[in-house]
T-cell receptor, first 112, second 110 residues
Framework: NAGVTQTPKFRVLKTGQSMTLLCAQD?????MYWYRQDPGMGLRLIHY???????AKGEVPDGYNVSRLKKQNFLLGLESAAPSQTSVYFC???????????FGPGTRLTVT | AQSVTQPDIHITVSEGASLELRCNYS??????LFWYVQSPGQGLQLLLK??????LVQGIKGFEAEFKRSQSSFNLRKPSVHWSDAAEYFC????????FGAGTILRVKS
């Protein structure tokens, strides 16, 4: 099992450009999440999904969109990147409520 | 609103010494509580979790944590720290929408 994988690992964008981060899990988990990690702030939830075809906003959703067309994939989109979106992005998945969340290795995004 | 406070940004301990990392939480119901560890450049790995039952929880790598409802605390402990324990530690609360603390960076002196 690969667990949770994220693509790409690194990316540099110019302000206003768009991109999509891909998260894939092979554990048949129902729940998937996108977090961002910034120094001194821990991880903050951007969006999450409790099943295929469903998405919901987390703590810091502005400037991001997500889609969960397949159970194993959860995509995070930035339509018009801003320097404030420079961060490390982590995807996670869990079987259900209260279960351990398994994290991917992260994507380091820099917006100039 | 849910929140997690980790009062110590950095902690330095000598190898072989004991360790306690503090975590205080605010949560409206019986909390699911977690401790995760992050090595540099890596994702997060679960050390242990608590929901109900015995308030002293054992985890991986020799870590344990004690839930104290009266103090709203879930402190992480290890009796003897190894150099490989140097990492950043995060406390989190929530059923599935986790709220994380800011993290504590552990440095281990040899």
């Amino acid at each position: 099992n690969a667990g949770v994988t994220q693509t790409p690992k690194f990316r540099v964008l110019k302000t206003g450009q768009s991109m999509t981060l891909l998260c894939a899990q092979d554990m048949n988990h129902e729940y998937m999440y996108w977090y961002r990690q910034d120094p001194g702030m821990g991880l903050r939830l951007i969006h999450y999904s409790v099943g295929e075809g469903t998405t919901a906003k987390g703590e810091v959703p502005d400037g991001y969109n997500v889609s969960r067309l397949k159970k194993q994939n959860f995509l995070l989109g930035l339509e018009s990147a801003a320097p404030s979106q420079t961060s490390v992005y982590f995807c996670a998945s869990s079987y259900q409520t209260g279960n351990e969340q398994y994290f991917g290795p992260g994507t380091r995004l820099t917006v100039t | 609103a849910q929140s997690v406070t980790q009062p110590d940004i950095h902690i330095t301990v000598s190898e072989g010494a004991s360790l306690e990392l503090r975590c205080n939480y605010s949560y409206g119901a019986t909390p699911y509580l977690f401790w995760y560890v992050q090595s540099p450049g890596q994702g997060l790995q679960l050390l242990l979790k608590y929901f109900s039952g015995d308030t002293l929880v054992q985890g991986i790598k020799g870590f344990e944590a004690e839930f104290k409802r009266s103090q709203s605390s879930f402190n992480l402990r290890k009796p003897s720290v190894h150099w490989s324990d140097a990492a950043e530690y995060f406390c989190a609360v929530g059923e599935y929408k986790l709220v994380f603390g800011a993290g504590t960076i552990l440095r281990v002196k040899s």
